[in-house]
């Protein structure tokens, strides 16, 4: 069956620091992946996604590529700020027979440090 | 405007009580979706609506657990006989269309006492 493995937290950074939080999938068909933010006391929030292979998605600074062969979605930052002290969330979506349901990855706490 | 919201935002219930956890979607959303969140681990799909119907029910755990629809628009996650294991945060989201952006909605966190 499908399913998403993500690295485990917490990831602990300085501000301006890399970042690199790992993901990986599995998928019988040809799925689309996203990430998904959950900042303190906020409900989710897509942060960017990626519907075939090769595709990179990007927002807020963030970037992660869809690589079908290493079967992968890792999401980087270049600088990372406190503000960006969160909840991240790997998910897939193998439309068209899941009907779009949304299947995730554990969530990786990032904690930045000024 | 007005995001997918959630409510109660807390409910703490006895075991073996009835509860039922309502989901008001973004105005104009055909899909509505279901997850449950225990701790530390990623939402896991519950249920999924496309207008008023039940289009797949799959994920949901067992049959003290329905949901319902009935104008398209609002819906209503209920949970008989509550366990212990059903506590957990029960989130609703909502897109335009399936395959869209889901949006979601805070959550209801559920505790089982």
């Known amino acids: 069956g499908n399913s998403v493995t993500q690295m485990e937290g917490p990831v602990t950074l300085s501000e301006e620091a890399f970042l690199t939080i790992n993901c990986t999938y599995t998928a019988t068909g040809y799925p689309s992946l996203f990430w998904y933010v959950q900042y303190p006391g906020e409900g989710l929030q897509l942060l960017l996604k990626a519907t075939k292979a090769d595709d990179k998605g990007s927002n807020k600074g963030f970037e992660a590529t869809y690589r079908k062969e290493t079967t992968s979605f890792h999401l980087e930052k270049g600088s990372v700020q406190v503000s960006d002290s969160a909840v991240y969330f790997c998910?897939?979506?193998?439309?068209?027979?899941?009907?779009?349901?949304?299947?995730w990855g554990a969530g990786t706490k990032l904690i930045i440090k000024p | 405007g007005a995001g997918v919201s959630q409510t109660p935002s807390n409910k703490v219930t006895e075991k073996g009580k009835y509860v039922e956890l309502r989901c008001d979607p973004i105005?104009?959303?055909?899909?509505l979706y279901w997850y449950r969140q225990s701790l530390g681990q990623g939402p896991e799909f519950l249920i999924y609506f496309q207008g008023t119907g039940a289009a797949d029910d799959s994920g949901l755990p067992n049959d003290r657990f329905f949901a319902v629809r009935p104008e398209g628009s609002v819906s209503t996650l209920k949970i008989q006989r509550t366990e212990r294991g059903d506590s957990a945060v029960y989130l609703c989201a909502s897109s335009s269309q399936p395959g869209y952006e889901q949006y979601f909605g805070p959550g209801t966190r559920l505790t089982v006492t």
């Open positions: 998910a897939l979506s193998d439309q068209p027979d899941s009907n779009y349901q949304l299947i």
């Open positions: 105005s104009g959303h055909t899909a």
